[in-house]
């Protein structure tokens, strides 16, 4: 038994008369600690995959295990505590909060959490502790997605799922943003899935999982990933 379980997942979307099939039959394993690419071209699916696994939206079919969890049988009720509790997540746009400094930042999202990690360390784990008094306008956007992983993680997830964490950084900031989350990955043993459109960030992972419209094209295994830092793309 894998650590996640896509089990032929379906999502369709009712726009008027006509019926979108986001995911269509989507199947996938991925083991406790791996660091997983999913790839694919704009509209292939991609975030609805992400969507579903973190729990803000409900398959149409098909089973979704994460964990000891069923999440695909959960309710409203109960998919709330499992994003609480068990998910972390980083977005292309930070959505930090403005008017906290950064240690306020990542102290907030770890009063909700039952078992958070030391504030501290996890700044230093994202090369950040010098900057905690500062608030988010006063800080590159690099650093600001910094600070969206450090409260990510600051609350200990089991899983953490990021959908274009480098689609608004440079080519440099983007690498260091990378290479941050692979070594959160390596370090906390936490399950890391990154989603980019980008073909040239595929050395990087330990899993590839292509789709394309709405299904999967490819899972492939890299037996020697590449440190984010060594890419060049
Ligand atoms: N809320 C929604 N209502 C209707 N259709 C949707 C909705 N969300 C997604 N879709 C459709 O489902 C398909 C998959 O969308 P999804 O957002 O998963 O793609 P994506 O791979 O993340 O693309 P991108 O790289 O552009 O972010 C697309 O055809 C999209 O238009
Ligand atoms: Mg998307």
Redesign the pocket.
């Given at each position: 038994m894998s650590f996640i379980e896509f089990n032929n997942v379906r999502k369709d979307?009712q726009?008027g008369e006509v019926t979108?099939h986001?995911l269509d039959g989507v199947s996938f394993d991925i083991e406790e600690g791996e660091f997983v690419i999913i790839a694919?071209a704009?509209?292939?699916?991609?975030?609805?995959i992400l969507n579903l696994l973190g729990g803000m939206d409900k398959a149409t079919a098909g089973t979704i295990k994460v964990g000891d969890k069923i999440i695909s049988d959960y309710t409203d009720n109960e998919l709330t505590y499992y994003r609480r509790d068990d998910v972390g997540f980083v977005f292309q746009f930070y959505n930090l909060i403005q008017n906290l400094t950064v240690l306020e930042n990542v102290e907030l999202a770890c009063q909700i959490s039952k078992n958070p990690l030391d504030i501290e360390e996890t700044l230093d784990a994202v090369g950040l502790s010098e900057r905690k008094s500062n608030f988010p306008s006063q800080i590159s956007g690099g650093e600001q997605q910094r600070v969206a992983i450090a409260r990510a993680i600051a609350k200990n997830p089991r899983l953490l799922l990021c959908d274009e964490p480098t689609g608004a950084l440079d080519y440099q900031t983007g690498k260091q943003v990378l290479q941050v989350l692979q070594n959160i990955c390596k370090k906390e043993k936490t399950t890391v899935i990154v989603i980019t459109?980008n073909l040239a960030l595929t050395p990087i992972g330990d899993k590839i999982i292509r789709?394309r419209s709405g299904k999967i094209d490819s899972i492939t295994l890299n037996e020697h990933p590449q440190s984010a830092q060594e890419i060049e793309y």
């Open positions: 979307y726009m979108i986001a694919g704009s509209g292939a699916g991609k975030s609805t459109h789709v």
